[in-house]
């Protein structure tokens, strides 16, 4: 103890013994070769029958390795953390600066099939396209989970149209499921106001990759986009969205990892379909910070319904 603070922990235990409480702390003390060690004291009073303290009763224990492996851990977690950190930077610089020249070389690529081309130089050309922005993709997924684990995504509170939203959205895959013989629909409550206030880029991203995920699984049938009123108070509305496919399906045992990064539910999923497993990750992140839950019912060989 400094000399203060040796004075104010006498006074502190002279009141608790004045009172009859008993007392227990962990306080820091030197030994005589100028080394520091940690104490656990413990001083208990002892009653008569008649109420009165007759005498008291304390225990000391020496407690510095514990306090020693308290803080080694305190600090491998602290290392750690900033270990996340870092990697999280990285990778939102490295995916940053890497999209940068992709999307000079799709553009650069547009304008080239855009020009008088042997159709085998288009072909060529549409590969480096298709495979460029398959590569766009993946960096914007990563950057996606590097904001979002870096706590550095913000959400927006704008005025959007919902029904057009999910139709922007169908549009873009209407050529995916047309070439897959698939049928795609929208469904939106006539409950729901057709302007409502939120973050469209976050929900146009959720149900991009949602869909994206029902076409990739489904080789026959349909994928059917819904959204209805959950719950309203006052002029804030929950809203309950789900997209259906009639795809593959999942296993039962397999449904509770598919929300996690890098994981597909098996792993001929990506030899077979493509895809880092990112989509779903990312999907159940962006609903958790628009205060909603993202949860899957599906059937093997019957499709999914995914509902946020």
């Keep these: 103890f400094e000399e203060d603070d040796e004075a104010d922990a006498r006074r502190q235990f002279q009141r608790f013994l004045e009172a009859g409480h ?64 870092a990697k999280g930077e990285f990778l939102a610089n490295v995916s940053h600066e890497i999209r940068t020249p992709m999307n000079v070389i799709i553009g650069m690529t ?30 914007n997924d990563v950057l996606d989970l590097s904001k979002i684990e870096a706590g550095k995504l913000h959400i927006e509170t704008v005025p959007f149209s919902l029904p057009e939203l999910i139709q922007e959205v169908l549009k873009l895959w209407e050529p995916g499921a047309r070439q897959k013989g698939l ?20 929900l146009r991203q959720i149900l991009f990759n949602l869909i994206d995920n029902a076409i990739k699984f489904t080789e026959q049938g349909q994928v059917t986009v819904t959204a209805a009123l959950d719950s309203r108070t006052g002029d804030e509305v929950r809203v309950h969205f789900a997209v259906r496919d009639t795809g593959i399906g999942i296993p039962e045992h397999k449904l509770a990892s598919i929300f996690e990064a890098f994981s597909q539910a098996d792993s ?16 159940a992140q962006l609903v958790a910070l628009l205060n909603g839950r993202l949860w899957v019912e599906s059937e093997v060989g019957a499709g999914s319904v995914f509902h946020f």
């Excluded at 001929?268 to 990312?282: A, C, D, P």
């Design 22 to 85: 008993g007392l227990s702390q962990e306080i820091e003390q030197t030994r005589d070769d100028g080394q520091s060690y940690w104490l656990s004291i413990g001083v208990t009073p002892v009653f008569s029958e008649e109420g009165d303290i007759t005498r008291w009763v304390g225990i000391a224990n020496d407690v510095t390795k514990r306090r020693e492996a308290q803080r080694a851990l305190e600090q491998a977690k602290e290392a750690a953390e900033a270990a996340s950190r």
């Design 268 to 283: 001929s999923t990506s030899r077979r379909y493509g895809g880092t497993g990112l989509g779903l990750t990312i999907s």
């Design 110 to 139: 547009e304008l080239t099939l855009g020009t008088r081309l042997t159709p085998e130089q288009r072909e060529y050309l549409a590969a480096v396209k298709n495979s460029a922005e398959a590569l766009l993709r993946l960096l």
């Design 183 to 202: 049928h795609t629909s929208s469904q939106v409550s006539g409950e729901l106001a057709p302007i409502v206030v939120g973050d469209p880029v976050r």
